[in-house]
């Protein structure tokens, strides 16, 4: 991950800091960023979303193509993640730099996504065992501010949620072959129900304690994270130990519930911003890249 | 007849501006400062740098211009003031006083002909800088002044680096040591002036992302209008623009 250099002094200021519940920015040690959210940036996919939570960038597009159904679940559809770290970025992910970063956030993303549940892939069939719909989902890091996974789920969410896919019929012929047909109007879609969509909460522990939603200066003080995922209803569904120190299990519990808590009204506010942006439908004006 | 300067071309007999930024005329002479660009470095300037690498006889700073600054050890000062020539024990010791990451503030002594930039802090109120707060802005908004070094009455100190690095610290208690602090302290700052260096910070992002000028006046000001929000809200789009709205309307009384 892109890491900023600090010295001793300002690495010890920041600890004392954290310690007091004071970030350098004000913020207390369980206050997210003020973060932008925006879907519908993309045109030609079928759903995109941009969240920009403080100097961090992320841009998501869905694609709905058709596909056939994976061999062990004829009549479920199926997600695929691709993350790109864009040399945009910072100069490290130049070439095959960011090839690592970006596996192990798919890989961390398909670990989430496989659980039960999260999103309705029986939805997504169309014909057991023959088509159903494969969701390509593009990450795209366009600038590395700190808290990757934080923002990279919550724009996973909103283009979920932005996503349109078409309705199709299927029309049978004498001969028995199968004839898929796509509907004219392209206001006839179906919507994907994100509900259940968890969310990425990254704790980071500096010192005794621990942040939420860490700057690039707090994750060089922290030592090790614990990434978990929480639903909007403050259900945990995985956990994840990043870091190169150790984490004793009395702080892990102490992070979990944190987590658990800041998870809850991530998905709250979350919501209310997708909500918004819905109910202004095409009169809404699009900031996108000019802004 | 203009004559053409940086930052400008002809086109169709225009002076045309090739980068977005503020015009500057001296009787013909048109050219056009960017609004966001490198670093150029002029002979007395006030940098706040952080060591990149740590060579033969000098330090590599980093100061956000198109080349490494160089700081080289005679430019540094000897700790208890002693004027001696460097020796070889001194080559070794170097990275004892400034190690890769290390913050310093220095004052620009001459520009090498590729444009890198020399350094030194020969004088007691330069050197290593110790427990305090970064911000990264660009160049041009820096104001040149008379001093660069500033003890806000509320209660904390500001360097505003020429290159862009604005250095927030708790003020120190008594001007003490011999030499731009050879040891640093360690201890925890108090709350209370923690909370006066993240409002400093934030008001300094306020002004930046508004684009206007930073000098002393400008973000005490600002600091003054931020006062009735609280610290984390500062950064909040509605806020930041109605604080330096006012700070704005505050300068402008004081210039009419």
Same mark, same amino acid.
């Given at each position: 991950m892109a890491a900023v250099v600090l010295s001793e002094a300002e690495k010890v200021y920041i600890v004392h800091g954290v310690q007091e519940d004071l =970030?350098?920015?004000? =913020?207390? +040690?369980?206050d997210y960023r003020c973060a932008e959210v925006e879907t519908d940036?993309? $045109?030609?996919? $079928?759903g995109s979303a941009r969240v920009k939570l403080g100097h961090t960038d992320i841009l998501v597009g869905v694609k709905a193509e058709m596909g056939t159904p994976k061999l062990e679940r004829p009549d479920e559809g199926y997600l695929e993640f691709f993350v790109d770290c864009s040399a945009n970025a910072t100069p490290e992910f130049e070439g095959r730099g960011g090839e690592e970063l970006g596996t192990e956030i798919a890989s961390t993303l398909y670990r989430i996504f496989s659980s039960e549940g999260t999103v309705d892939l029986k939805s997504l069939c169309i014909n057991p065992r023959e088509h159903c719909w494969v969701l390509y989902v593009d990450v795209l890091l366009l600038? +590395? &501010? &700190?808290?990757?996974f934080d923002a990279i789920s919550i724009a996973v969410k909103a283009a979920l949620f932005n996503t349109r896919i078409p309705k199709v019929r299927v029309l049978e012929d004498e001969e028995g072959s199968k004839e898929i047909e796509l509907s004219d109007d392209p206001y006839d879609c179906i919507r994907l129900s994100v509900d259940d969509v968890p969310c990425i909460v990254t704790l980071s522990k500096i010192g005794y304690r621990h942040v939420v939603d860490a700057t690039l200066q707090e994750e060089a003080c922290s030592l090790a994270s614990l990434l978990i995922s929480v639903t909007s209803? &403050?259900?945990?569904t995985c956990m994840k130990k990043i870091g190169k120190g150790s984490l004793d299990p009395e702080s892990i519990f102490e992070m979990m519930e944190t987590g658990k808590r800041v998870g809850k009204s991530l998905h709250t506010s979350l919501q209310k911003v997708l909500d918004e942006e819905e109910s202004l439908g095409t009169t809404r004006q699009k900031v996108g890249f000019l802004g | 007849a203009l004559r053409r300067g940086h930052g400008t071309y002809v086109c169709d007999e225009k002076l045309v501006a090739s980068v977005a930024g503020v015009v500057e005329r001296v009787n013909k002479l048109v050219c056009v400062k960017p609004l966001k660009s490198r670093y150029n470095g002029e002979v007395g300037d006030i940098v706040v740098g952080r060591i990149t690498e740590v060579q033969q006889k000098r330090w590599k700073v980093e100061t956000n211009s198109r080349l490494d600054s160089v700081l080289l050890l005679s430019s540094m000062n000897l700790p208890g003031g002693e004027l001696r020539r460097r020796s070889a024990e001194d080559e070794l010791a170097m990275r004892d006083y400034l190690q890769e990451g290390d913050l310093i503030s220095a004052e620009v002594q001459s520009v090498f002909s590729d444009g890198a930039l020399s350094l030194h802090t020969r004088s007691l109120k330069y050197g290593k800088l110790g427990q305090g707060v970064l911000v990264q802005v660009s160049p041009s908004l820096v104001k040149r002044q008379k001093t660069h070094f500033h003890d806000l009455p509320c209660g904390a100190s500001v360097i505003l680096g020429n290159n862009g690095f604005i250095w927030i610290y708790p003020t120190p208690e008594q001007k003490d040591e011999e030499g731009g602090g050879f040891t640093t302290n360690l201890e925890p700052v108090p709350l209370s002036d923690r909370e006066v260096i993240s409002r400093l910070r934030n008001c300094v992002v306020a002004l930046v992302t508004q684009n206007l000028m930073l000098f002393d006046t400008s973000i005490l000001y600002c600091y003054e209008a931020s006062l009735p929000h609280q610290i984390k809200d500062i950064l909040k789009p509605e806020v930041m623009e109605e604080i330096v709205l006012e700070t704005r309307q505050k300068l402008l009384d004081l210039e009419g």
């Amino acid at each position: 991950m892109a890491a900023v250099v600090l010295s001793e002094a300002e690495k010890v200021y920041i600890v004392h800091g954290v310690q007091e519940d004071l =970030r350098v920015d004000g =913020r207390g +040690c369980e206050d997210y960023r003020c973060a932008e959210v925006e879907t519908d940036v993309v $045109s030609n996919t $079928s759903g995109s979303a941009r969240v920009k939570l403080g100097h961090t960038d992320i841009l998501v597009g869905v694609k709905a193509e058709m596909g056939t159904p994976k061999l062990e679940r004829p009549d479920e559809g199926y997600l695929e993640f691709f993350v790109d770290c864009s040399a945009n970025a910072t100069p490290e992910f130049e070439g095959r730099g960011g090839e690592e970063l970006g596996t192990e956030i798919a890989s961390t993303l398909y670990r989430i996504f496989s659980s039960e549940g999260t999103v309705d892939l029986k939805s997504l069939c169309i014909n057991p065992r023959e088509h159903c719909w494969v969701l390509y989902v593009d990450v795209l890091l366009l600038e +590395c &501010g &700190g808290n990757l996974f934080d923002a990279i789920s919550i724009a996973v969410k909103a283009a979920l949620f932005n996503t349109r896919i078409p309705k199709v019929r299927v029309l049978e012929d004498e001969e028995g072959s199968k004839e898929i047909e796509l509907s004219d109007d392209p206001y006839d879609c179906i919507r994907l129900s994100v509900d259940d969509v968890p969310c990425i909460v990254t704790l980071s522990k500096i010192g005794y304690r621990h942040v939420v939603d860490a700057t690039l200066q707090e994750e060089a003080c922290s030592l090790a994270s614990l990434l978990i995922s929480v639903t909007s209803k &403050g259900a945990l569904t995985c956990m994840k130990k990043i870091g190169k120190g150790s984490l004793d299990p009395e702080s892990i519990f102490e992070m979990m519930e944190t987590g658990k808590r800041v998870g809850k009204s991530l998905h709250t506010s979350l919501q209310k911003v997708l909500d918004e942006e819905e109910s202004l439908g095409t009169t809404r004006q699009k900031v996108g890249f000019l802004g | 007849a203009l004559r053409r300067g940086h930052g400008t071309y002809v086109c169709d007999e225009k002076l045309v501006a090739s980068v977005a930024g503020v015009v500057e005329r001296v009787n013909k002479l048109v050219c056009v400062k960017p609004l966001k660009s490198r670093y150029n470095g002029e002979v007395g300037d006030i940098v706040v740098g952080r060591i990149t690498e740590v060579q033969q006889k000098r330090w590599k700073v980093e100061t956000n211009s198109r080349l490494d600054s160089v700081l080289l050890l005679s430019s540094m000062n000897l700790p208890g003031g002693e004027l001696r020539r460097r020796s070889a024990e001194d080559e070794l010791a170097m990275r004892d006083y400034l190690q890769e990451g290390d913050l310093i503030s220095a004052e620009v002594q001459s520009v090498f002909s590729d444009g890198a930039l020399s350094l030194h802090t020969r004088s007691l109120k330069y050197g290593k800088l110790g427990q305090g707060v970064l911000v990264q802005v660009s160049p041009s908004l820096v104001k040149r002044q008379k001093t660069h070094f500033h003890d806000l009455p509320c209660g904390a100190s500001v360097i505003l680096g020429n290159n862009g690095f604005i250095w927030i610290y708790p003020t120190p208690e008594q001007k003490d040591e011999e030499g731009g602090g050879f040891t640093t302290n360690l201890e925890p700052v108090p709350l209370s002036d923690r909370e006066v260096i993240s409002r400093l910070r934030n008001c300094v992002v306020a002004l930046v992302t508004q684009n206007l000028m930073l000098f002393d006046t400008s973000i005490l000001y600002c600091y003054e209008a931020s006062l009735p929000h609280q610290i984390k809200d500062i950064l909040k789009p509605e806020v930041m623009e109605e604080i330096v709205l006012e700070t704005r309307q505050k300068l402008l009384d004081l210039e009419g």
